[in-house]
């Protein structure tokens, strides 16, 4: 059952890039600029000497400016980005103009690969982002193995952009305060045409995820960055929801340099060199990627128990087009294992029912603060055709769902595979 919308024309995302015109790319390469003006920044190519398009560059996601690095890095060159719905929204003519690729986040979008084939046929660079998502703990993201089938299918030069201090400067749990932090990009030729001729897709995904190893608070630690706001810690609880002393989901939270369980009573300081310290006891994690890959395997083990399930009132929004989020009121969403998500409600009239099963969806689009309907975190649930932003009543919840999406997705592709070996 779909929405009952007052009109229910979509944005069509099936429709391939423009090709930029010259003067546009002046115009892309002085905002840039102006832009990283006063940001403290700096860009190296490693093995891309007399390389010219078309080729394809993978990168990291931490913080918008990747975009503004990335066009500098490629000048004089045209790049084609691909840029998730809601970056168009209230301005797809001027997206659609720079030639922005657009789609919904972990759906299956044939059309996309097309216009990247398209954007490459023409002699451009294609930028992507595969992780498809801001780095939540300055640490690479899940990468989907449809990647390795992309890259032997386009046999084009493929270059990995590594940013690192991005995170740092605007972390993603708290975008509003920016750190006084050097932003370091590398542009590394990770694989050529002559290579991928002889790789396997699996050998592709394997060179890629090598490629795409970082983590910017070990870099932080190696390099001697000291970030000395006393707000340094505050949204940190987003990510690391759960505490390590006490095991509650509920009770953190965090401020100025600190963060904290009201449970437990438990504290611990984020120190200018990005380690944790406890305040009083055992510090159970220095670092913070490792608390946060602790709660990922505390997820893993609850649904191996057989014991996950969430449901939750939320707040939904949806951007069927690109100009006004639809308002659709209170609904409920359920995930588990069997079923996936499952969002369901009224609106206008008639009810509605939307559901992802755990195959659908490889990982989930979450945001902390989401800017453009009002600040509280959020999970966007995602169709071909429809995004819907919900906004839970339970707090400090979306990084679990992101994590139980990613698990659930993968036990259940390992069972796919398994079945197909079995009868093959």
């Known amino acids: 059952m779909d929405v009952n919308y007052k009109n229910p024309k979509k944005y069509k995302t099936a429709k391939y890039p423009i090709r930029q015109p010259w003067y546009l790319m002046w115009l892309i390469w002085l905002l840039s600029k102006i832009m990283l003006m006063f940001k403290p920044h700096k860009v190296e190519k490693i093995g891309m000497e007399g390389l010219k398009p078309p080729y394809m560059i993978l990168s990291n996601h931490m913080s918008f400016v990747d975009f503004e690095l990335v066009a500098l890095a490629t000048r004089p060159h045209r790049v084609n980005n691909v840029v998730n719905i809601d970056g168009f929204y209230m301005r797809p003519w001027l997206l659609e103009w720079i030639g922005a690729i657009c789609t919904r986040k972990f759906t299956t979008d044939l059309h996309l690969v097309k216009s990247i084939r398209k954007v490459l046929q023409r002699g451009d660079i294609l930028c992507m982002y595969p992780e498809a998502r801001y780095s939540p703990s300055g640490t690479t993201s899940y990468l989907p193995d449809s990647l390795g089938a ?3 299918m386009c046999k084009v030069p ?12 605007a972390p993603f749990w708290d975008f509003r305060h920016k750190r006084k932090v050097a932003m370091h990009t590398t542009l590394t030729l990770t ?6 001729k002889t790789m396997s897709t699996d050998e592709v995904n394997a060179a890629l995820r090598q490629a795409f190893t970082y983590d910017d608070y070990r870099y932080q630690k190696e390099n001697g960055i000291r970030i000395t706001e006393p707000f340094r810690a505050e949204g940190m609880h987003k990510i690391l929801y759960q505490c390590p002393h006490c095991k509650s989901e509920v009770g953190m939270a965090s401020e100025g340099t600190d963060i904290f369980c009201h449970d437990c009573g438990k504290r611990w300081t984020l120190r200018e060199d990005g380690t944790l310290t406890a305040t009083e006891g055992e510090t159970e994690f220095t670092h913070v990627p490792d608390w946060f890959a602790w709660e990922r395997e505390q997820v893993r083990a609850e649904i191996e128990r057989g014991e996950y399930r969430f449901c939750d009132e939320v707040d939904v929004h949806s951007l069927p087009r690109c100009w006004k989020f639809e308002p659709l009121g209170k609904a409920t969403l359920t995930h588990d294992p069997e079923n996936g998500f499952v969002l369901t409600g009224h609106y206008r009239g008639k009810d509605y029912r939307i ?7 490889n990982s989930l689009h979450v945001e902390y603060d989401f800017p453009h309907i009002k600040p509280f975190d959020c999970v966007d649930i995602s169709t071909e055709n429809d995004s819907f932003y919900c ?8 990084t679990k769902l992101a994590f139980a999406t990613e698990i659930i997705y993968q036990r259940k592709e390992q069972e796919a595979r398994q079945r197909r070996a079995s009868k093959g």
């Open 150 to 152: 992309l890259v032997r």
């Open 158 to 169: 493929v270059v990995v952009a590594i940013h690192r201090g991005n995170y740092l400067h």
């Open 191 to 196: 694989l050529t045409p002559e290579q991928i």
């Open 355 to 361: 559901q992802r099963e755990p195959l659908q969806i």
């Open 391 to 398: 906004f839970p009543t339970k707090q400090n919840v979306v």
